[in-house]
Structures are given as structure tokens and as C-alpha cells.
């Protein structure tokens, strides 16, 4: 199996390369690609050294599945060439989600969808992906009727230009380009991606409109609140969520503790909850401060946190390349 990476200098990228060989996924070749500028630099992989090529020199190669981790417009124009010549395209970008022909593939929820005849399969946003992994076990069981989410979101979903400004800002050093309007470093800043006409961002409209559609809800009252926070290990979502039917809180947690990829800490008395450095590294989402809402009998509130670069990105990607490598290619 041939498989690309774009992007494979990124933050993403690099994730990538660390999760493929922790699960052992070795493709029998790896064709790592970046920006012009990058091409030609060396990197390591299970224990072998590549060069990195342009992304026309890998479309050349034809390979079997490329992970695309570069941004939207260079996905707008180079994952149909790549699906052209067949080549399985999974993109991390915002490119292609909403598109009604193009899955939106959380393996947990949703993988079952996927056919043969796929050529462009969209990642969700990272902090829509763990969201939508804990709302669709309690959707089945309870039916959601309302969804209120305010995100806390790490530095390192902005790339390396969010990372260097907090940490030059730590620092005490200028900052060059800076990826937030304001300051981080000891802030908070309610604001990700553009603001729209509707007063919300661009990252809060992400994960509504992700969510109906992963979750195959095109009504789901769902709002939400995305904060960027100084943290580097992970997202995290505070969730308020209202049923049609009445939850009981003992069903509730084992819900969520048997979802997959799901693991759930939540012990208040010993100060066991999810944080985003016990998130960080891991590929799992971790929930807890599970409870009742005390004004309304037919809603919850849990906390949740998850690997922005990982289960927010590159591991759900090697996920569904996992699939279609078992189903689709010979």
C-alpha cells in the first residue's frame, strides 16, 4: 500500500508520523510531501529517512491513499486531481465537509458509510470529532432535543503560528505574525476563525453545522462558544445536553464509558476529571464531571477533553485509512 502525506511538516503531519507507527500501520510505501520550499528536506520514519517531495512529484506516484493535513485551498485543488487517478483522499482541511456528496467520517459514529466509490473523505474539526463520539451512544439511547457546547481550545489547533505566539509572548519576546488579535499568554480569547453576519466565528459554525451532519440530524438545536485558552495539550468542551427523554444518570455513565474510544474519569471526590495535559499524546477522548442539570430533568452537563492533534486530527485520519485499507484496497 502506497500511502502520501501532505503536509507532513505541520504540526498534523508530524502527528501523523508518530500515530502510524504506534498502531504499526507501515505502509509498504510512505511518500511524504510538503510546500515547495519544504521539498527536499529529510525526515525519519520507522526508523528510515525519506525525502520530502512536491506535492505533483506524489501525484506522479499514484498512491493507494493521501492524507491531506495542508490547509483548505491546497486541498480545493489537488484532492480531485488525486481522486482522479484514484487515489483514496482524506482530508483534514474544512475544504469538503459540507459538501452533500462527500462523507464526514468519525469512525466511531459513521465509518459504516463509507463505500468503495469514496474518493474524497473529509476529517471533521478537531473539537467536533470527540463532541460527536459522546453525543451519538447517548443519542440513541435518548434522543437529543438540544446541544450547548463552550470549547476551550489549545494554541497548537492554530499550528505552529498559534504555538510560537504563545510562547514568544511567555517569553517576553516580540511577536512575529501573530496568529490571535490579542495577547494569549494568561488570556482567554473568545474568538475562532472569522466573525460571520450571524455574530458567530467560523470555528462555531464548524461544529454546529458538523455535528447535525455526522450525527444525521439536520434539525439538532445545537449552539455554541469556541475559547482559545494557553494550553498546548488539547481541546476541551464543556457540554450541556437536553433529551426528549428523561436520562438516568447511572445509564448516562456507562454510556459514555463503553463508547469507544471514550474513557471516562470522573471521580470528584478524588479530583479525577479530564484535563487537557492528560489528554495530550493520548488518542483517546476522556469525559467526566458527568451530572444531572439541576434545572432541567432532561439534560446533563459533562466536561471532555481530547488530543486536538491527535484524535482531533491525525488519528481519526489513520483510523479511516485503516478502513479502507481493509475493505478497499487489494
Known amino acids: 500500500m502506497k500511502l502520501a502525506i501532505v503536509g507532513v511538516t ?17 505502509p509498504d510505501e510512505l511518500i511524504p510531501v510538503a510546500s515547495n520550499t519544504s521539498s527536499g528536506k529529510k525526515i525519519v520514519f520507522n526508523s528510515k529517512e525519506y525525502t520530502v517531495k512536491t506535492i505533483n512529484e506524489a501525484l506522479k506516484e499514484k498512491p493507494d491513499i493521501a492524507i491531506f493535513s495542508a490547509g483548505k485551498s491546497v486541498s480545493l485543488e489537488y484532492a480531485p486531481l488525486f481522486a482522479k487517478i484514484k487515489t483514496k483522499v482524506i482530508d483534514n482541511s474544512s ?34 470529532i470527540p463532541l ?16 450547548v457546547v463552550s470549547t476551550y481550545q489549545s494554541v497548537t489547533g492554530s499550528g505552529f503560528k498559534g504555538y510560537n505566539q504563545l510562547m514568544s509572548e511567555r517569553a517576553g519576546k516580540k511577536v512575529e505574525n501573530p496568529a490571535y488579535p ?13 466573525f460571520l453576519e450571524n455574530g458567530y466565528t467560523e470555528e462555531e459554525m ?30 476541551s468542551e464543556s457540554v450541556n445536553v437536553e433529551f426528549f427523554k428523561k436520562p438516568e444518570i447511572s445509564s448516562v455513565k456507562k454510556i459514555i464509558s463503553a463508547s469507544m474510544g471514550v474513557i471516562v474519569l470522573d471521580n470528584p471526590s478524588k479530583n479525577e476529571y479530564p484535563t487537557p495535559l492528560i489528554a495530550q499524546n493520548k488518542n483517546e477522548t476522556f469525559a467526566g464531571r458527568i451530572r444531572l ?9 459533562f466536561w471532555l477533553s481530547a488530543d486536538n492533534l491527535r484524535k482531533g486530527a491525525a488519528t481519526n485520519a489513520i483510523q479511516i485509512a485503516e478502513y479502507i485499507s481493509d475493505n478497499f484496497i487489494n
Not at 504540526?11 to 504506534?22: Q, R, S, Y
Open 10 to 26: 505541520g504540526m498534523v503531519g508530524t502527528a501523523i508520523l508518530k500515530v502510524l507507527e504506534e498502531r504499526n500501520f507501515i
Open 95 to 128: 475544504a469538503w465537509r459540507m459538501y452533500d456528496d462527500i462523507k464526514l467520517i468519525v469512525p466511531e459514529v459513521n465509518i459504516s458509510i463509507l463505500n468503495e466509490n469514496d474518493y474524497i473523505i473529509a476529517n471533521p474539526n478537531c473539537s467536533t
Open 132 to 147: 460527536t463520539q459522546i453525543l451519538w451512544p447517548l443519542h440513541l439511547k435518548y434522543k437529543l432535543k438540544r446541544v
Open 182 to 194: 490579542h495577547t494569549i499568554d494568561l488570556n482567554c480569547i473568545p474568538h475562532g476563525g472569522d
Open 206 to 235: 464548524k461544529l454546529i453545522n458538523e455535528t447535525r451532519k455526522i450525527l444525521n440530524i439536520n434539525d439538532l438545536k445545537i449552539t455554541c462558544t469556541v475559547v482559545r485558552v494557553p494550553v498546548l495539550g488539547g481541546h
Open 293 to 301: 442539570d439541576e434545572s432541567n430533568d432532561k439534560a446533563i452537563n
